[in-house]
């Protein structure tokens, strides 16, 4: 069910985002006096087909969704039939004209997470408060004095309400190399600022996610040795245990955390093993032959059984960002601004060399991240469409040939020399720029299919 989850919240959100990059050119292109022949989202055979318009442009919706494109009339089109309005072919318009038409589908991409972000911030962010749970010896956040129960409430200038906020918030200010004042709230009150050094960039920046690479691990809910779900038929059933069962000790050792439970097992995979719990006030003792199972390469022992978790101290952790409607525009405009810069730093490390180039996503991964935020709610999923949307208008806005910033690269040229690009030159521009899409789209794949891996 996750998976068919994931790809329908993939397809509806790469639809959308491509119908609203591809009507930027088509809206454009319109109000410029270009005749538009067809508007296509998707590639491949057409699952839908509509012809309309004074001009009869055909509108379509073809089987492959990962693209699209908005075909105008154009006189070096060998398809173009003789006779037509040529005083409206896409290459008969000023240079000025032709680049307003081109960076329309990026800056409807840009409008387009503005408007994301705003809904966003309307609907309310749900988030978890930004408590250390557990901080690494000789880490980062050890050095600069961090401790579990530590909240962080605000990283240099920038609040903190949530992890998210305080993840984002970290990646930018490393980007600075330098050290920065985290302003935390102690478990008992009392407020510091923690001076923390972010100028090893290279690190912060290779693959893993930031927090662990600083040393801190979020506050996660204490689990006590309390038995949850039972799978049904599982090693703990057949051996009588229950759900609400509290496991007081294993083979003689005692059990204090679930986490004990769990090593005590995994360390016994198809052997015996004797359980002393409490159940209703009295003290029992099990006998449980553990099954096993396959675990990066190792095999452990399982009970088939989950613990039990009090709901309570998460809803005691949840937070909820909400803005009213005008407060909630000038904030997606903000966002929106802050990560695009963010994303162009990330990208100008990675060509530098000084960002791992295994920090680039696939399809694959962008879809298993669209199912989640689909299921986490409207607000998460509208977070996902903005950053996804903030991307496409950047990755378009690259001078590379067949992209949108490639043509707008020979545009400037134009301008420049007072003439247009040779076709030998567009042509030879053409082949490279499909031999450098390709190559990026095999390094996320793979990084996609390694991640996958383990």
Sequence with gaps: MSILISIAA?????????????????????????????????????????????????????AIPLGGYVKMLDERDPDTPPGEDLSRAFN??????????????????????????????????????????????????????????????????TETPTWELA?????????DSQRVAVRVETADGREFVRWLDLSDTRRLLDEGPLLD?????????????????????????????????????????????????????????????QLEVERDGSRLQVAVRTGSREDNGRIVGIIG?????????FEAMRTTVR???????VNGVTRTWDMTVLTLRVLWRLVMGEASV?????????????????????????GFMAIVSISLGIINLLPIPMLDGGHLLYYLVEIVKGSPVSPQVEAIGQRVGLVMIALLMTLAFYNDIMRILG
């Design 213 to 273: 690479k600083i040393g801190i691990t979020p506050w996660r809910p204490r689990l006590d040795p309390v038995l949850g779900e039972l799978v049904s038929g599982g090693p703990a059933v057949q051996a009588g245990l229950q759900s609400g069962d509290r496991v007081l000790a294993a083979d003689g050792e005692p059990v204090h955390t679930w986490q004990g439970l769990v090593e005590h097992i995994q360390a016994r995979p198809d052997g015996m093993m």
């Design 10 to 62: 993939f397809v509806v959100a790469i639809g959308v985002l491509v119908t609203v990059h591809e009507y930027g050119h088509y809206w454009v292109a319109r109000r410029a006096g270009v005749k538009v022949l067809r508007f296509s989202v998707g590639f491949g055979r057409p699952l839908w087909r509509r012809v309309a318009g004074p001009d009869r442009t055909e509108y379509v919706i073809a």
């Design 167 to 175: 993840s984002l918030a970290l990646l930018e200010r490393s980007l």
């Design 92 to 157: 008969r318009q000023p240079v000025g004209k032709r680049i307003a038409i081109v960076a329309a589908g990026p800056a409807f991409n840009f409008l387009f997470a503005i408007l994301a972000y705003w809904l966003m911030f309307m609907v309310g962010i749900g988030g978890v408060k930004p408590v250390v749970g557990e901080v690494a010896p000789a880490s980062l956040a050890a050095e600069a004095g961090f401790v579990s129960g530590d909240r962080l409430i605000s990283v240099a200038d």
């Design 323 to 329: 803005h009213g409607p005008v407060e909630s525009f």
């Design 305 to 313: 059984a989950y613990p039990h978790v009090d709901t309570s101290q």
């Design 358 to 382: 295994k920090n680039i996503s696939g399809p694959i991964s962008i879809a298993e991240y669209a199912g989640v935020t689909a299921v986490i709610g409207v607000a998460a999923f509208l």
